[in-house]
């Protein structure tokens, strides 16, 4: 038995209220062909929207996407979302391929954004264990080379760490903007 035969009975008594949405190829597959589950539903045929429509439905859409990615979508962004996807991504429908776009777009910012640059961690691994031990050692020695040593280690672990502090600081100002030349 398959849901369609279980659903009717109620669907006959008014028991159940039921709204469903699918495509026309699906209608016509699984329900257009069981005369009896037909009769039970009112079929409303809802045509593709328009471009400048799923710009407004997107538009609606962005602050929910901008408070779960963290990111400001900017209006070219929604704009060339909507353009780029009626374009490009023939196999879907309009909304729904723009938001993909859209979704997918601000996922990758967020995740650029939080992953830390290479550059930062090269300077993480210098400061790391190597340069700091190297230092220790050489400030348990006595002799003037060694000394010499240590405040020349000394130096470039704080330049170093200066550096890093430098990029953490542009890190945290960085603008979280989501621009057309992201989608």
Same mark, same amino acid.
Request: glycine content about 4%; hydrophobic content about 35%.
């Given at each position: 038995?398959?849901? *369609?035969?279980?659903? $009717?009975?109620? %669907?006959?008594? *008014?028991?159940?209220?039921?709204?469903?949405?699918?495509? %026309?190829?699906?209608?016509?597959?699984?329900?257009?062909?069981?005369?009896?589950?037909?009769?039970?539903?009112?079929?409303? %045929?809802?045509?593709?929207?328009?471009?400048?429509?799923?710009?407004?439905?997107?538009?609606?859409?962005?602050?929910?996407?901008?408070?779960?990615? *963290?990111?400001?979508?900017?209006?070219?962004?929604?704009?060339?979302?909507?353009?780029?996807?009626?374009?490009?991504?023939?196999?879907?429908?309009?909304?729904? =391929?723009?938001?993909?776009?859209?979704?997918?777009?601000?996922?990758?910012?967020?995740?650029?954004?939080?992953?830390?640059?290479?550059?930062?961690?090269?300077?993480?691994?210098?400061?790391?264990?190597?340069?700091?031990?190297?230092?220790?050692?050489? $400030?348990?020695?006595?002799?003037?080379?060694? =000394?010499?040593?240590? =405040?020349?280690?000394?130096?470039?672990? $704080? $330049?170093?760490?200066?550096?890093?502090?430098?990029?953490?600081?542009?890190?945290? *100002?960085?603008?979280?903007?989501?621009?057309?030349?992201?989608?």
């Amino acid at each position: 038995m398959d849901a *369609g035969n279980m659903l $009717k009975p109620a %669907l006959a008594r *008014g028991d159940l209220h039921c709204m469903g949405a699918t495509t %026309l190829n699906e209608y016509r597959e699984y329900i257009e062909k069981d005369a009896a589950l037909e009769r039970r539903f009112q079929k409303v %045929l809802v045509d593709e929207p328009s471009e400048q429509d799923t710009i407004a439905i997107l538009r609606g859409l962005k602050e929910k996407y901008e408070v779960h990615h *963290g990111v400001e979508i900017t209006d070219p962004a929604i704009i060339a979302a909507v353009t780029y996807s009626q374009r490009y991504i023939t196999d879907r429908q309009l909304p729904d =391929k723009a938001i993909d776009l859209i979704d997918e777009a601000a996922s990758q910012i967020r995740m650029e954004i939080d992953s830390k640059p290479e550059s930062m961690d090269k300077l993480d691994r210098q400061i790391g264990n190597n340069s700091k031990l190297s230092a220790w050692h050489f $400030k348990k020695e006595k002799d003037k080379a060694s =000394k010499e040593r240590f =405040k020349e280690l000394e130096a470039h672990i $704080k $330049k170093l760490e200066k550096e890093y502090a430098d990029f953490e600081e542009i890190g945290k *100002g960085k603008n979280l903007l989501f621009k057309e030349r992201n989608i």
